[in-house]
């Protein structure tokens, strides 16, 4: 019998556009996966690469940094390996300590030397000169301290402090004042007329500071009068920060070893209302008009203490001369020190000289002897006096490297093939390098 025509059944295959569709369409299908999966092991391989080299580098620097077998240590790419070695350089090393590593394969380094520095010292002789600049610093500065060797206040300026001519006087009452450190520049800052900046003949020494995430983070808050005012934002918890206040009251610092918050000059601190706590992601101040009265705006300055970098502890006086604290783990660009007590805050940067018995007060006074007698290759100097030595007094440091030098991981435009040696000799690392896979995509 006849099926109804709606019931039939049709028995048709594909046509071969249908075919080719279908086949177009898996292939278009799986070009996409395996270009996913390339992208996705060009990555894993960059990132993968990248970890390695930085831990090479970390190890060949820890161990120039203890000292280890009393010798300098370094990092070596050689064509496709990589080498920590033991000497001053790669080709008078001792091979006998040599640690070889091989480079991942399809992968090529370009790479190019890179000093990041953070920190720098420096010195002019005043002329009187109006709208002076400083230039040197080799980057535009976040903070700025001068101090004349003469009897002139230390002064200081930040720049999260308003765009226009404002410094603060680190010791005494006084506001933001015009006419001092009057910029802070690409390549260093600006100086007016006044005496504590730029007397006529007289010898200044300056401190720049270049933030850094991680490192050293300036901003502002304002006050408002509480008694746990939280300052949050800063991205770590510090070790050090110094707080000015844009009216007329004192500047104050502390340490995280410190028991209280100081002035700058000899006062015998303040240990609940002042900066009152070292916090995760910032700090805490008090009441104290010095730190938080209501509708004052405030600046600061934080630094996080690292291997290699800002550094601080404590040391407990003997009156010996010529004594050594040791530890740092540098030679000093600049250290602070401050004693519990009745006491100036002293301190010295290089450019006073790392071997010259020169150490600065904040305050307004020449410069002393016998305080911080040098800068040491593992910290500094002291002697008899009882600002930084007197017997049965604690004193708390801080202390910041000269030149720290950091590895920056940065894009860069790929090219050719390269190869070369990156030294670590003095335990601080020296360049920038660039990973490449090869044919395509950089990191």
Same mark, same amino acid.
């Given at each position: ?8 059944? $049709? ?29 996705f ?6 990132t ?15 161990r120039?940094?203890?000292?280890y ?5 370094? +990092? ?68 700025? $301290? ?113 028991p ?5 000059n ?16 910032? +700090? ?12 004052i705006?405030? +600046? ?11 550094q ?12 050594? $604290? ?100 003095d ?11 090869e ?5």
């Open positions: 019998m006849k099926l109804p025509k709606d019931l039939k059944l $049709i028995n048709k295959g594909f046509t071969l556009i249908e075919l080719l569709v279908v086949i177009g369409i898996t292939g278009i299908l799986l070009g996409l996966s395996l270009f996913v999966g390339n992208d092991y060009r990555v894993y391989s960059l993968s690469e990248r970890d390695n080299l930085i831990s090479y580098i970390r190890k060949a620097r820890s120039a940094l203890s000292n077998n009393q010798s300098a240590h370094g +990092f070596a790419i050689n064509g496709s390996q990589y080498t920590i070695f033991q000497g001053s350089s790669f080709t008078s090393r001792s091979s006998t300590w040599d640690q070889t590593f091989n480079q991942s394969p399809g992968l090529t380094l370009n790479w190019q030397l890179q000093e990041i520095q953070n920190i720098i010292s420096g010195s002019y002789s005043g002329n009187g000169a109006d709208n002076r600049t400083i230039t040197g610093a080799g980057f535009k500065p976040d903070a700025v $301290i001068i101090k004349a060797s003469s009897s002139q206040n230390a002064v200081i300026r930040f720049s999260s402090m308003p765009v226009g001519d404002n410094s603060k006087a680190l010791v005494g009452s006084t506001a933001l004042e015009p006419d001092v450190i009057q910029s802070l520049d690409s390549d260093g800052f600006t100086i007016g007329t006044n005496i504590k900046v730029n007397a006529s003949g007289t010898i200044y020494n300056w401190i720049a500071f270049r933030a850094a995430a991680g490192d050293l983070a300036v901003g502002s808050y304002n006050g408002n009068g509480a008694v746990d005012h939280d300052i949050t934002g800063i991205g770590f918890q510090p070790e050090y920060v110094i707080v000015i206040s844009s009216s007329t009251n004192e500047a104050v610092h502390r340490s995280n070893t410190m209280k918050t100081y002035f700058f000899a006062e015998d601190g303040d240990s609940g209302n002042r900066i009152i706590s070292f916090d995760p992601d910032g +700090f805490s101040v008090g009441n104290s008009s010095r730190v938080n009265s209501n509708g705006t405030y +600046f600061y300055a934080a630094w996080n203490s690292s291997t290699g970098k800002m601080n502890g404590t040391y407990a006086g003997n009156g010996t001369d010529n004594r050594s $604290i040791t530890g740092v783990g540098y030679q000093p660009e600049y250290v602070i020190i401050r004693g519990q007590g009745l006491l100036e805050t002293a301190h010295k940067s290089y450019s006073t000289g790392p071997a010259s018995d020169i150490t600065m007060d904040f305050r307004a006074s020449d410069n002393d002897l016998d305080e911080i007698q040098a800068l040491e290759t593992d910290g500094f100097q002291v002697g008899t006096d009882v600002q930084t030595n007197g017997a049965g007094t604690t004193y708390h440091w801080i202390s910041f490297p000269t030149g720290f030098k950091e590895i920056i991981f940065s894009p860069l435009a790929a090219t050719s093939s390269a190869s070369g040696t990156i030294y670590i000799n335990g601080i690392s020296t360049s920038s390098i660039q990973i490449n896979y044919g395509g995509i950089s990191w």
